[in-house]
């Protein structure tokens, strides 16, 4: 540009890219650790059943509206093809509980925690089988009479129900370690990139190899950590870009050549960086959040855009008085 600020050369344009984009299986390398979600159960009150398969976050608002203690008593199902070679129980508030696996009960030895230091881990490799299996819960469920009569005031002002604190809560738990999740049911896509899956859950064998597209339909439904992927792609072209279009995670890191990099937001990574060409061995290593593995998993819309207490539960309560409008029985 000279100084009237007419052009006096045209602008150059830049390269074209050569995309290359992930086709090919990949290896799963490092520490595989998988994740499952338990948020169904049968429930007893005092020995009286309530729900078969029923949600979980039910149980402790259905307890509540009686203002009394109850004998709780829960039976969560699950269905094992491949028995792994590690398997915690993940669960809040251990200590509270009377824990069985297949009618033995086990001891309740910590062995650290996942997530959060609220979420503590228990081996119980050695008390599964295959084909049925059931890990039950025991408690007294009370909360105090403070609390009982904070709920009802929940109910009038807004300004009881933010500050409203419960002695005891249950909660979805969950299976960690070296597994697979069959899912032979069926997946139906849904708007905002979501799939929804309608069927079984079965403990198999952990996958060895993973394609990138539709990782959730390949044994790793409730995903939540870190995978480490080995595989190969040919570098060809003047400008090579790599394109990560299929991926939906928050964190990639790249290593090629002994160089790593590192993508947030980005979808596009230009190769020329790693300087290498033809076929080279590449490195992956995806971190994603807790969305998979905590939900919400049971809404019509499948992705919801803002998350909150309200967006979780089946039943009126005092989060949410006609959840019923948004809810769906199977998963997103």
Known sequence: I????????SVSELPSEDIIMLNDDMKIGGEFVNCMTLDRCDYYFDGELQEENGFVLNIAERA?????????HQDYHVKVDVV??????V???PEKFTICVNGTEIAKKIDGWVID????????????????N?????????????????LRKAYVFESEKNKLSYDMEIEPIYLMGNFG??????????????????????????PETIHVKNMQQQGIPFFCGTLELHGELDIQGENPVLLLETLAWNVVKVEINGIEKTLLAEKKLNLSEFGVSGKTEVKFTLTNNLRNLMGPHHLKIG???GVGPHRFFKESCIWNKSPEASWYDDYC
């Open 303 to 305: 992705e919801a855009i």
């Open 64 to 72: 509540n509206r009686l203002e009394r203690a109850v004998k709780l």
């Open 91 to 93: 669960c809040e508030t």
């Open 134 to 150: 059931t890990i039950s819960f025991d408690c007294e469920f009370v909360q105090s009479d403070e609390f009982y009569a904070n």
């Open 117 to 132: 230091k609220s979420f503590h881990k228990i081996d119980i490799s050695s008390y599964i089988q295959a084909g049925e």
């Open 84 to 89: 792994p070679s590690s398997l915690y129980l």
């Open 181 to 206: 999740v069959k899912t032979e049911g069926e997946w139906i896509q849904l708007g905002r990139n979501s799939m929804r899956y309608i069927g079984d859950f079965v403990i198999d064998k952990a």
């Open 2 to 9: 000279i100084e009237d600020g007419t052009v006096s050369a």
